[in-house]
């Protein structure tokens, strides 16, 4: 069974600019969420995604935004990029989004220059 | 304060050696309690949860939660230096949002 896929795994952009993360769940996981992790904060909950549904959101700006598709996979987006948002970006799939029993990706770890 | 306290370390322990790795939280609500491990350049493991107060042993791995202090803790017992990596410990009220401690990086010497 494959585990969770995350595209790309480094991103280097420019302040100012967009980027966009995408996610592949396991088969057959519904519920997607995603996280920031910075050596400074640890892993912060960005939002949660059920069934195309966003079901839960962090304290994170509108620049943070998210998406997921009728297959499950999901997207993060972050617009006008600052220089703190290099962080690892890290997504996790559950079967029933109970969220006790994820499944975390490697990450994209993207660098604002 | 935020929800999940956990010290970051690092922490430093002679292979064999019984590991106690410890977070404190402060949301009654929480009901699940997780510990991820996390090697380097890798996204975390789950290790195991524990639903409410109690002990769930798993191998060398025993987690234990008490609600009434709200105290969280992984014990590894006979250490090895693949334990060496970042552990998290994480609770979920049920709400679609776990929420995670810092990370504590331990190593194992041999």
């Known amino acids: 069974k494959a585990g969770v896929t995350q595209t790309p795994r480094y991103l280097i952009k420019t302040r100012g600019q967009q980027v966009t993360l995408s996610c592949s769940p396991i088969?057959?996981?519904?519920?997607v969420s995603w996280y920031q992790q910075t050596p400074g904060q640890g892993l912060q909950f960005l939002f949660e995604?059920?069934?195309?549904?966003?079901?839960n959101k962090g304290n994170f700006p509108g620049r943070f935004s998210g998406r997921q598709f009728s297959n499950s996979r999901s997207e993060m987006n972050v617009s006008t990029l600052e220089l703190g948002d290099s962080a690892l970006y890290l997504c996790?799939?559950?079967?029933?989004?109970?969220?006790?029993?994820?499944?975390f990706g490697q990450g994209t770890r993207l660098t604002v220059v | 304060q935020k929800e999940v306290e956990q010290d970051p370390g690092p922490l430093s322990v002679p292979e064999g050696a019984i590991v106690s790795l410890n977070c404190t939280y402060s949301?009654?609500?929480?009901?699940?309690f997780m510990w991820y491990r996390q090697y380097s350049r890798k996204g975390p493991e789950l290790l195991m949860y524990?639903?409410?107060?109690g002990n769930k042993e798993d191998g060398r791995f025993t987690a234990q939660v008490d609600k009434s202090s709200k105290y969280i803790s992984l014990f590894i017992r006979d250490s090895q230096p693949s334990d060496s990596a970042t552990y998290l410990c994480?609770?979920?009220?049920?709400?679609?949002?776990?929420?995670f401690g810092a990370g504590t990086r331990l190593f194992v010497k041999a």
């Open positions: 088969s057959g996981h519904r519920s």
């Open positions: 524990t639903y409410s107060s």
């Open positions: 996790a799939s559950s079967s029933l989004g109970a969220n006790t029993e994820a499944f």
């Open positions: 995604y059920f069934s195309e549904t966003q079901r």
């Open positions: 949301n009654s609500a929480f009901q699940y």
């Open positions: 994480a609770a979920y009220t049920g709400g679609f949002k776990t929420i």
